[in-house]
């Protein structure tokens, strides 16, 4: 059998649509090796959203072209996602990277399957981009990468265009899906004994199908569904979260009391120049109600440092904000210009080494914080799904508590994919420690 192997930089829709390619592949009779370099067809699924990933994707390819330049390499090589959506990308591509055979983008996964078999008939390169399609993709069978748990597209693209972003340039246009297509595809994977979905969408808040249905709708049908016991969403922009959204919280059983919610920064001036059409005082008020509702929600964000322009007083103001919030964690992140977007292009760019200072202080209070929220679990017992065997030892798995803490669980039998409760023995920063009840 033909084998093939997939390299996913990047975020969780990124993580999907891999998926999506491994369900194809296998649909033409592919399967899965574990060593890139065993593989006939090689994909690389990229991401831009900062410049970190850029470079580690050019560097991997380069491995390949070194293979390929002593002949050691026959096997095909794809790249795809948010990367060859630039056009600097594919100039880039078509120049230094001639060699590799198949292109696709974010909005033409649809016909990887075509493009190789063409590849593999033909012996010519395939290229497929498309910038703006208006087009919902048809979701096919993915090939999961869990069982016991599945994500779910809802919306595909980013109108909200925030100044330091490429997202609405790689990924094109909003487009939600029908809300009775995501229905049914999460009882199907119910069904197929799914028990946690995680909904997906730039900004799921927008959800809104041709009949008017809404992401609290969507979320109220989705809770009806026998056999599902968890329901998570990613991610949602302050701007458009509702009450009706909240109210969720107080009303549907299976929705996860955790909320990601990128706030960016926490001064006002600073996201007004960010674009995010919310300022400090509406995300606070935002959060004292989903307290209000929900009082043991946990909360998680993502956080610019270095955004041209900021001064120490808006740093600050970032500062205090994590400290009112009380966030159970943060995904922190240096400000990186990204070519084409309008922040790029601001002339007060902030210099290195203050970047690099902010994000140290940042990530000390962050951290802070979260061993604060950790050490609440401290000797409590806790519903945790269980994902994985941990890598350390053969009797250690880890899974996620409904406020998505990450629980490494000493357990005597494999319980890999069951919900199953955990008496928390040490609290950390970065996970939690517990035993099987
Ligand atoms: N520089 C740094 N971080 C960025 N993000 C998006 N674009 C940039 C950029 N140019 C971060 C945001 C976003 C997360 C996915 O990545 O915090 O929420
Ligand atoms: Fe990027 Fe803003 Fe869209 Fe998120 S909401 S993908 S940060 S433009």
Redesign the pocket.
């Known amino acids: 059998m033909k084998k093939y192997h997939i390299i996913t930089f990047g975020c969780q829709m990124n993580e999907h649509d891999s998926e999506n390619v491994a369900g194809m592949l296998e649909g033409m009779g592919y399967e899965l090796s574990e060593d890139p370099y065993k593989a006939d067809v090689v994909v690389f699924n990229t991401c831009s959203v900062r410049e970190h990933a850029d470079k580690r994707f050019y560097g991997m390819l380069g491995q390949f072209k070194k293979r390929r330049d002593e002949s050691k390499d026959t096997r095909i090589v794809c790249v795809c996602g948010c990367m060859p959506q630039q056009p600097r990308v594919q100039e880039e591509i078509k120049k230094s990277f001639a060699w590799v055979d198949v292109v696709f983008g974010t909005q033409t996964i649809g016909e990887f399957p075509r493009l190789l078999n063409d590849r593999i008939t033909t012996g010519k390169k395939q290229f497929s981009i498309t910038a703006n399609s208006t087009v919902v993709p048809d979701e096919k069978d993915s090939k999961r990468l869990h069982k016991h748990k599945a994500l779910v597209n809802i919306t595909y693209g ?1 109108n ?3 100044t ?2 490429i ?2 340039y790689t990924r094109g246009r909003e487009k939600s899906r029908s809300f009775f297509d995501v229905v049914n595809e999460v009882k199907k994977l119910a069904a197929d004994g799914v028990i946690e979905v995680m909904l997906l969408g ?2 799921v808040n927008s959800f809104i199908d041709d009949e008017g249905n809404t992401f609290p709708a969507l979320v109220r049908e989705i809770n009806k569904i026998n056999g599902l016991e968890r329901i998570r969403f990613m ?1 949602s ?1 302050p701007k458009d979260l509702s009450e009706d959204l909240i109210d969720c919280y107080r009303t549907c059983d299976k929705l996860c009391k955790h909320i990601h919610l ?1 706030v ?1 920064s926490g001064s006002s001036s600073v996201l007004k120049r960010m674009n ?1 059409r919310y300022d400090r005082e509406k995300y606070i008020d935002i959060i004292d109600k989903l307290k209000e509702a929900c009082p043991e929600i946990a909360i998680t964000t993502d956080i610019i440092v270095g955004f041209p322009g900021e001064s120490e007083e808006e740093f600050k103001d970032t500062l205090s904000l994590v400290e009112y919030v009380g966030y159970d964690s943060a995904f922190t992140f240096i400000y990186s210009p990204r070519e084409g977007t309008p922040a790029a292009g601001f002339n007060d760019q902030i210099p290195y080494d203050v970047k690099h200072e902010r994000f140290e202080r940042l990530n000390e209070i962050v951290n802070n914080c979260s061993l604060k929220k950790n050490e609440k679990l401290s000797d409590k017992t806790v519903k945790v799904l269980v994902d994985g065997a941990s890598s350390k030892d053969d009797k250690s798995y880890s899974g996620r508590t409904d406020g998505f803490k990450l629980v490494n669980i000493s357990s005597g039998r494999d319980i890999i994919g069951q919900l199953v409760d955990v008496k928390i023995t040490d609290c950390k920063t970065f996970s939690i420690d517990g035993i099987l009840v």
């Open positions: 980013c909200n265009f925030c330091y972003c997202v609405p730039q900004n991610t922009n990128p960016q995010r």
